[in-house]
């Protein structure tokens, strides 16, 4: 793919050559920082802000589907299988189990939010046969949220770099290209971690 998906500038540089169809395949793999940089571009007029809110919502959604039917069909003993490398023993697989049967919506958002848990949470999630529809909602209601936050920084930082355009500015876009980066991880961060401990709490 040829493409540093830790680099905010690489990746708009990426997207706008590419288009939508290949923005819709990284965003199933990194769905923050494709979204972001795409909204930026749709700042500078080379995208429609709605299909890219369309295909960031889908392409977070989609992976999740999959990870659920995996688990599904796959089973418990899949899953522990798959978590062993991810690290996850079989006392914590079944730890998790318990909080998705208990509180299946809040376990949910926990693991989406949470990089390491996500593909085998998910896939527990299917396992342990939670509803469609229901699981699919509560990834929906994350994912919104999620979006919206992304696309956000991507405005702000296109509106910034589209007027500094116009008052001869050019030398600090690659600053406010670096910086609005590392917002961007950070917001990322500090809104899993308060989802998180949100939800321990109750």
Request: aromatic content about 16%; hydrophobic content about 50%; some cysteine.
């Amino acid at each position: 793919m040829g493409i540093d998906l830790t680099n905010f500038q690489q990746v708009l540089e990426w997207v706008i050559a590419h288009g939508y169809p290949l923005m819709f395949l990284v965003m199933c793999i990194e769905g923050p920082t494709v979204t972001a940089a795409a909204t930026f571009a749709t700042v500078l007029g080379y995208f429609n802000p709605f299909i890219v809110f369309g295909l960031s919502i889908t392409g977070d959604i989609l992976p999740d589907a999959i990870y659920y039917l995996i688990g599904r069909w796959g089973g418990l003993n899949l899953v522990k299988k798959i978590g062993k490398k991810f690290g996850l023993s079989a006392a914590r697989i079944e730890s998790m189990e318990k909080h998705i049967k208990l509180h299946g919506g809040k376990t949910v958002a926990v693991l989406k939010c949470t990089p390491i848990l996500a593909t085998p949470g998910l896939m527990l999630v299917g396992a342990v046969k939670m509803n469609w529809w229901r699981y699919i909602w509560f990834v929906f209601i994350v994912t919104v949220q999620k979006t919206l936050i992304f696309m956000a920084i991507g405005y702000f930082f296109g509106r910034t770099y589209d007027i500094g355009k116009y008052i001869r500015y050019g030398a600090l876009v690659p600053f406010v290209i670096i910086v609005s980066y590392f917002i961007l991880v950070w917001l990322y961060r500090r809104y899993s971690q308060r989802i998180i401990n949100k939800i321990e709490k109750i």
